[in-house]
């Protein structure tokens, strides 16, 4: 029985932009499997669908076609079922201004038929590093820690799958690490995990398996082991002042004034460092390393848009 | 049973933290009614023969503050969460159409029934009205704190903006209450604006409520309690259906 079931999901929003009667197709037909156990990376450029995923799953939007199902709970016609099974994290930061962390905490496990929580909630504020915290007004927080206890608000009920949409987006480097030590624990204590995040190298670190979502698609959809292999292979890495022709800067991953090209063998080098040269650019430190999942993803992404990979320019 | 009494908790909480405005603000509002209602017209109006027209004021203050209270308190705690996003703690958990229902009006009437105590207590200190039938005094209290409380929850998740709800509380609420007999006995209209005022449901939870103080009433107690107990059953109705389909708070 898998943790989390998409079945042929498909859904549409009247767009609201677009002449009358006109719609968007947010999810096209998705399929996936996520196993019990699993820390899974569902992965994406703004507007690819994972919003709306969790969105359907959490019961927030109803899907037009298929079913989504929590541990054999489907999330409309059994929804109660799947809610206690699941703990979301939203994406907005969001907080009822009227109460103190544990408040909100002890409403959160009230809705969820629990009372006397406290002793988990003690953990759970511990663990995030909000013991102190527990009495102060949510509105006296900052937005980091307003962060920490909406993770803490979608565990109270102890869901066997958690899910975490964008949960780093904004946040500093020290809470990054905190919750995802954390999340790591919970994962190995047997939760499964579902994060949607856009920090691919979080994604590359944490997760076992991903999805990438591309308008509604999943384009890809493997262990993150083997994405990495699929990738081309190196990546050739180098600064320079001025700008690339456009024919190069196409191909190319640019970053202010470092510039990143898929080369699969030394011919690949050769030909990028000549091209740069030939466009009257000195390439400075330059240096070869592995291609990582941005590498994966910007490939998958590009393919998609140009209908070929990424290759070299004719010399 | 845990899950609608802790969000039952939760909104009467809300209301609490800020009794300042939820609560000792209108009652302040209605003793300045009654200061200056009473002040204005004691010597020039005469509602029922026995009884002054400022102890008459007082259950109708009372009742105007209860239907006030009740519709404020779910229709903004609904719009805030819906604007602060805090609404998708809710959506999240298990709580069914049922539990939200009851637990949104069930705070509306705690909301209602304070105030109204409040400006009894208040106003009566001013002119006791005297209390003939007290057990018809709580129905009507009840069960017009509950009919706004449910108005309020209908309004609350049609409303997107605040102006929305502040129309629909100038422009329907305020009126229906104003026009409902508060200040005067339907009576005293010429017979056209006596037969509008028929077709208002206010009027009956305010005539109804009036009756347990003086007991006379423009109409037959139970003639009102009938019509106020439809309404109610109509507007639970459609509340019910609302949450149900998740109408503009899931998409």
């Known amino acids: ?315 | 049973m845990t899950g609608w009494r802790t969000l039952l908790y939760k909104e009467v909480l809300r209301f609490w933290k800020v009794s300042f405005q939820t609560v000792a603000a209108p009652v302040l509002t209605a003793v300045l009614y009654l200061l200056i209602f009473g002040h204005v017209l004691e010597n020039h109006v005469k509602v029922y023969d026995r009884i002054s027209y400022t102890a008459f004021l007082v259950p109708g203050l009372v009742m105007m503050s209860v239907l006030q209270n009740s519709f404020a308190n779910s229709s903004s705690s609904l719009i805030q969460s819906k604007i602060m996003g805090n609404l998708v703690f809710l959506l999240l958990t298990p709580l069914s159409h049922w539990s939200w229902f009851f637990a949104y009006v069930g705070s509306s009437v705690a909301r209602g029934l304070l105030v109204g105590s409040g400006v009894f207590v208040v106003t009566a200190w001013f002119a006791p009205p005297g209390v003939v039938a007290p057990l018809w005094i709580l129905v009507f209290a009840v069960l017009g704190s509950a009919l706004l409380g449910t108005l309020g929850l209908i309004a609350g998740l049609w409303a997107e903006k605040f102006d929305q709800l502040a129309a629909f509380q100038n422009f329907v609420i305020m009126p229906m209450t104003f026009l409902s007999g508060v200040f005067y006995s339907i009576h005293s209209l010429p017979a056209f604006w006596q037969g509008v005022s028929h077709l208002n449901p206010f009027f009956y939870m305010i005539d109804g409520f009036r009756f347990g103080f003086f007991g006379q009433s423009d109409v037959s107690p139970w003639l009102s309690l009938t019509i106020v107990g439809v309404a109610l059953a109509a507007a639970s109705t459609l509340a019910v259906h609302l949450l149900r389909i998740g109408y503009k708070i899931r998409s």
């Open chain 1, 1 to 315: 029985m898998p943790a989390i079931s998409f079945q042929s999901v498909s859904k549409t929003y009247s767009s609201p932009r677009g002449p009358k009667g006109s719609t968007f197709l947010a999810l096209d037909q998705v399929s996936l499997n996520i196993e019990a156990g699993e820390f899974f990376g569902l992965l994406g450029p703004n507007g690819a669908g994972k919003t709306t995923m969790i969105s359907i799953l959490a019961g927030l939007t109803r899907a037009n076609a298929g079913s989504v199902k929590v541990l054999d709970s489907d999330v409309q016609t059994d929804y109660a079922d799947a809610r206690r099974k699941l703990g979301i994290v939203p994406q907005e930061l969001v907080f009822d201004p009227f109460f103190n962390v544990r408040e909100a905490l002890r409403f959160q496990s009230g809705y969820f038929g629990i009372r006397h929580n406290d002793a988990w909630i003690d953990e759970l504020l511990d663990s995030l590093g909000l013991t102190d915290k527990a009495n102060a007004n949510m509105r006296q927080l900052s937005g980091g820690m307003k962060r920490r206890v909406l993770v803490a608000q979608a565990l109270v009920h102890k869901p066997p799958v958690i899910v975490l949409d964008e949960p780093t987006a904004g946040v500093d480097v020290e809470l990054r690490q905190t919750l995802w030590q954390f999340i790591a624990r919970l994962n190995k204590q047997g939760h499964t995990v579902l994060l949607t995040t856009h920090y691919l190298e979080e994604a590359e670190a944490l997760c076992g398996r991903i999805a990438m979502l591309k308008a509604g698609r999943v384009i890809a959809l493997d262990r993150t082991s083997e994405l990495l292999k699929a990738a081309s292979g190196n990546v050739l890495r180098f600064k320079i002042d001025g700008e690339l022709p456009p024919a190069l800067a196409q191909r190319a991953r640019i970053t202010g004034r470092i510039v990143q090209f898929p080369a699969r063998d030394a011919l690949d080098i050769e030909t990028y460092l000549g091209a740069v040269r030939q466009a009257g650019l000195l390439a400075q430190d330059i240096e070869v390393r592995k291609a990582d999942l941005e590498d994966v993803f910007l490939a998958l992404m590009g393919q998609q848009h140009e209908g070929g990979a990424a290759a070299p320019p004719a010399p």
